[in-house]
């Protein structure tokens, strides 16, 4: 698993087993809702069903709680190279897809525009993403393997495949989401044919 995170160190581990699940979700909510402005320590408190101290032993800031909670829950299985370049590529799009329709994604398409800016609180030490880099690393190994020619941008296409995605679930109504993920098998193979043959037509 792969996670676009920035994991701060633990200065304490509560008893209670579902502490955690409780305040990520809760965190996701109130970003989801109300922005970066809605997650305040005692919001995610009151609506985790937690006290502010035991939070504070876990987490400096409200910051470092912010990036762990969407780190935890923005997550995609990019780890897995079945050496099927198409099938691995369709199934990163699924999982994108997918989460895109839930709460999760909409987090994800927020933090997009909030790491701008608000960098301070999305920082990262390097910059990168390991699911972006994972990602491409997919890309390099169909090269090495003959699946895609030399000279294919591991970046483009990537960004070709997350942004369609992105742009795909933003700009669908909500009264029509139903109807469009009923029908994602078929956007997802065309997606991906469209995507490798963009990607891959400079590097022929």
Avoid: C
Wanted: aromatic fraction near 6%; proline fraction near 4%; charged fraction near 25%.
């Amino acid at each position: 698993m792969s996670s676009d995170s920035a994991t701060t160190g633990q200065r304490g581990r509560p008893r209670d087993p579902d502490f955690e699940d409780r305040v990520f979700d809760t965190v996701v909510a109130l970003y989801v809702a109300h922005g970066l402005d809605g997650v305040t320590m005692g919001a995610v408190a009151r609506g985790a069903r937690v006290g502010k101290a035991s939070l504070y032993m876990r987490w400096e800031d409200r910051d470092s709680l912010i990036r762990d909670a969407l780190a935890a829950r923005i997550v995609l299985d990019t780890g897995v190279d079945t050496g099927d370049f198409r099938a691995d590529l369709r199934r990163l799009a699924e999982q994108m897809l997918d989460m895109l329709w839930t709460d999760t994604g909409l987090a994800y398409m927020r933090r997009i525009i909030d790491s701008s800016v608000h960098p301070e609180v999305f920082r990262r030490g390097d910059g990168s993403s390991p699911i972006v880099l994972d990602a491409r690393r997919l890309v390099r190994n169909a090269i090495e393997r003959g699946e895609l020619p030399r000279g294919t941008s591991p970046t483009v296409l990537m960004d070709m495949l997350f942004g369609a995605s992105v742009m795909h679930a933003s700009i669908t109504p909500p009264g029509l989401r139903s109807v469009a993920q009923e029908r994602s098998a078929d956007y997802l193979d065309a997606l991906v044919d469209a995507v490798i043959a963009g990607a891959t037509a400079h590097a022929r």
